[in-house]
Antibody, heavy 112, light 104 residues
Framework: EVQLVESGGGLVQPGGSLRLSCAAS????????MSWVRQAPGKGLEWVAN????????YYVDSVKGRFTISRDNAKNSLYLQMNSLRADDTAVYYC?????WGQGTLVTVSS | DIQMTQSPSTLSASVGDRVTITCRAS??????LAWYQQKPGKAPKLLIY???SLESGVPSRFSGSGSGTEFTLTISSLQPDDFATYYC??????FGQGTKLEIK
């Protein structure tokens, strides 16, 4: 059974940092493009970043470029999102995703 | 960046109706388009990938078509479980703003 389990969300002050993790199982993680997608409260889905299977390429939505970094550890079947210089408009549920498979999401709240 | 634009934003329909949602890309994305259904408090569910391929387990009343810059999702006969929000997505990239399908 495919499972994606996110962790690391929480309350952080503006300007702060958080690192999200996603533990993957049930599929060949090292062969899969992986993405982070977020959804602000009451809003639509927003693609945040994705990363090539071997980690050699990654892409970001303009609003997070220079602040967020996506990475992976194929030996640990894990995906990460390092989020720096967080702003109030980064508040959202963050999902780890691979095509048909999504985690349950982890809530990031940026507030003073 | 490629922009994805869905229409309409809201759609009111009745059980048994045939409905169509449109998604336009700001430049050609070939057939690299997916459709998702999302219900409140839940993760999105993949319905269609590569513009017209039905994901395993998805009812055949859902169908997708199009290529290049214009795509459609059609539900042939609405069922009560279909009232939800639908999103198009350029594969592994930007989403449309969503279409909320409401009961008339």
């Amino acid at each position: 059974e495919v499972q994606l389990v996110e962790s690391g969300g929480g309350l952080v002050q503006p300007g702060g940092s958080l690192r999200l993790s996603c533990a993957a199982s049930g599929f060949t993680f090292s062969s899969s493009w992986m993405s982070w997608v977020r959804q602000a409260p009451g809003k639509g889905l927003e693609w945040v970043a994705n990363i090539k299977p071997d980690g050699s390429e990654n892409y970001y939505v303009d609003s997070v470029k220079g602040r967020f970094t996506i990475s992976r550890d194929n030996a640990k079947n894990s995906l990460y999102l390092q989020m720096n210089s967080l702003r109030a408009d980064d508040t959202a549920v963050y999902y780890c995703a691979r095509d048909a498979f999504w985690g349950q999401g982890t809530l990031v709240t940026v507030s003073s | 960046d490629i922009q994805m634009t869905q229409s309409p934003s809201t759609l009111s329909a009745s059980v048994g109706d045939r409905v169509t949602i449109t998604c336009r890309a700001s430049q050609s994305i070939s057939s690299w388009l997916a459709w998702y259904q999302q219900k409140p408090g839940k993760a999105p569910k993949l319905l269609i990938y590569k513009a017209s391929s039905l994901e395993s387990g998805v009812p055949s009343r859902f169908s997708g078509s199009g290529s290049g810059t214009e795509f459609t999702l059609t539900i042939s006969s609405l069922q009560p479980d279909d009232f939800a929000t639908y999103y198009c997505q350029q594969h592994n990239a930007h989403f449309g703003q969503g279409t909320k399908l409401e009961i008339k």
